[in-house]
């Protein structure tokens, strides 16, 4: 209730006249009162865009005005009625299992109280933000958004300053990479989607985009019948999703998580699966049962990353409480708390024989530790700023990390000492280490996906999937030795360049246009240089 002070009273005496334009006036609007509540706790699941995907919608959207009357298969509000409108009892509902906003917190009294005056004033429209009108251009949004050239330059000797330029940019951040159990896919999260990569076919064979907000982990389960994405809504709540990779159709939602949903780790034998979010705690799961077993709330932060034991019946977390904590799998209890460091720990890692753990985050350094007593064994410098992820080889014999400083660090696991750094041009979100051990794909704040073998940090690919327009899956990939190859839609939108310059590109299409050379840089094998016709 608002509390109207004595002044405002004593206007209604003297000015009983014009008090019913007054109040008119006041009545809450959906533009300018109720979709931005909509728009912090809601839209995310329930927007036009979600429509077709009724697993995330469930066919509700409340991003627009008529969306929101027109409701599913009835509308979801009366005018002049809130006590009779679905969506009151929905964000009164006593069940967090059936209350809405789902896997979040309710919503604020005060929020509720504005939609029930909303309804019972007459649902009014308001005048819809200038900006938004003046967006309704017909086109998507993204392909709105679309107005930054990207260019891709070309190191061929007989070309100098060869350069391919397309309209796609900025592009969003790479923020997870993941490589299945055998090699074959490539699973790259960015906002809002999942890209699946095949190797064997060197383009991307899949888009998931039932994922909320940005992705900052993707995970395969060991046997590689399962994807786990997670994500969600700063601050209002988490998205950890698995899907099938028969189909890529969506298995579960576990939900609970009332922040983002950072880092997610697999069990060996595939049976449990853990979550870490910003909402401070760890979550451990059941995958026969999709149910909770543990709910891990030592850390006093945000937990930005989480790593099983090879056994599974512990596991480390890293948080901005500048710890590194080791819990028990089976009762959730804190074990060990690896302290000392003096900023966000922001990765943490165990060694495949699980005699290792190693962290590192704001304080560049890598840290290792003993599990068995929690001492600090060696730190290792190398990055200059921040490290954002970290991940052995299933051998155990190459550590890898992902930094800010725009590189690719590679280390030896057993001994900790440096192999090489690769440079990739743009900070370095995500790091994931193919099967073989062969191969390492990093994320980048570009946009862009760069691979590098392992042996010698020869450079293999870069791989580029701008956001979607229409149902088209947009994609580039491109070889250091000047090949590469996408689909028609996109490619037909770039220009290619000499020295600053147009060019005509028909015998250049036709010698660097190579599906093939890109399908054998996915397989690390070495290309030949082009060559072009006289």
Sequence with gaps: MFRKAPIISLFFALFAPFAVNFTSAADPTYWQDVRPIFRKNCTVCHSVRNLREPEVSAGLALDTYASAMKGVKRPIL???????????????EKDANKRMPLDAKPLPEEDIQLIARWIDSGAKEGTKPEELTSAATGRTPSAHMRTLPVTFPFKISKLPQLEFVLPVGP???????????????LAVGSYGRVMIWNAKEGRPVQALTQVLGQVNDLKFSPDGTLLAVAGGQPSARGDLRLFSTNDWKLVENLGGHLDVVSSVCFTADGKTLASASFDKTVRIWDLASKQVKQTITGHSDFVYSVAFNPKGDWLVTASKDRTVRLSDTATGQSKLTFSGMEQDVLAVAVSP??????SSGYEPAIFSWNPQTGEQGKKQGGHDVAVFELAFDRAGKLLVSAGGDKTVRLWNGNTGEPIRSLAAGSMVYTVAIHPDG???????FDGMVRIWETTGGRPLLTLVSPPAVGANIDWLALTPEGYLAGNDHLLNRGQWRSAGKPIDAKSIWATLRQPAQIVKAFQGEKVPDPIFSK
């Design 353 to 358: 024989d699980g005699k290792c753990v190693v």
């Design 78 to 92: 009366i005018a002049g009625k809130s006590s009779q409108s679905l969506i009151m009892a929905m964000l009164r």
């Design 438 to 444: 062969q191969q390492v794909a990093a994320g980048c």
């Design 171 to 185: 592009l969003p951040p790479v923020a997870a990479v993941a490589y299945s159990p055998d090699g074959t896919l």
